[in-house]
């Protein structure tokens, strides 16, 4: 947009300062946290298990970076003044919401993370598990299991076999300390607005 010298003069320097000072950092945040999670989410749709297994370590930098990004560009843009206190904070709810969505995706029909070989931690917890325990007997059926594969027998096989590591509840259990510790540093920089935060709890834990 142009502003002429008639714009100025009837807007004033003042105002046009003001309207930096807040457009400036608004859109220094978007362009940062955005292109953190398109980053995140052009690694993660190339980060599915294989001959090389990733580490739990390996997902959570992909996580922080796909979805935090996003948590985090939500609560900057409405709370521009305090953003030095939101990375935390939206760090931790990103990582809940990816740990509760991926333990309840890997048993779903109506998803592909288990026909991909997606790299979900369920996934990486429960190979870790075959590999010490199994002799590498989850990795052994992945091999066998094919995109299109329409073996509903094998994947059931797949499914029950994960279930069984304790996988996808160590995920559910991971994902509630996050939460907790994301509403736990809420509480503490806004006690005045309590209700607000039980709301936001019982919206994110649906």
């Not at 320097?13 to 807040?22: V, W």
């Not at 206190?85 to 931790?92: E, H, K, L, M, Q």
Request: a positive charge; aromatic letters at 10%.
């Amino acid at each position: 947009m142009e502003i002429n010298r008639y714009q100025i003069n009837i807007v004033g320097r003042s105002e046009i300062k003001t309207f930096c000072k807040i457009i400036c950092p608004l859109t220094a945040c978007f362009t940062h946290e955005w292109q953190n999670a398109c980053n995140g989410q052009w690694r993660d749709l190339h980060f599915v298990i294989s001959e090389h297994v990733p580490t739990e370590d390996d997902y959570f930098r992909i996580i922080k970076q796909k979805s935090s990004s996003l948590v985090k560009l939500v609560c900057e843009l409405s709370n521009i003044h305090n953003q030095n206190i939101w990375g935390p904070i939206a760090t931790d709810i990103g990582i809940a919401g990816q740990l509760k969505n991926d333990a309840k995706d890997i048993l779903s029909d109506y998803k592909s993370d288990l026909t991909n070989k997606k790299a979900t931690l369920p996934f990486i917890k429960a190979v870790e598990y075959s590999i010490e325990k199994d002799n590498g007997w989850l990795l052994k059926k992945l091999h066998q299991l094919k995109i299109n594969d329409h073996n509903s027998l094998l994947k059931q096989e797949i499914k029950n076999y994960i279930r069984k590591t304790g996988a996808i509840d160590y995920c559910f259990i991971l994902s509630k300390v996050y939460m907790n510790k994301a509403l736990e540093q809420l509480t503490a920089y806004f006690p005045e607005k309590q209700v607000q935060v039980n709301r936001l709890k019982s919206y994110l834990e649906s």
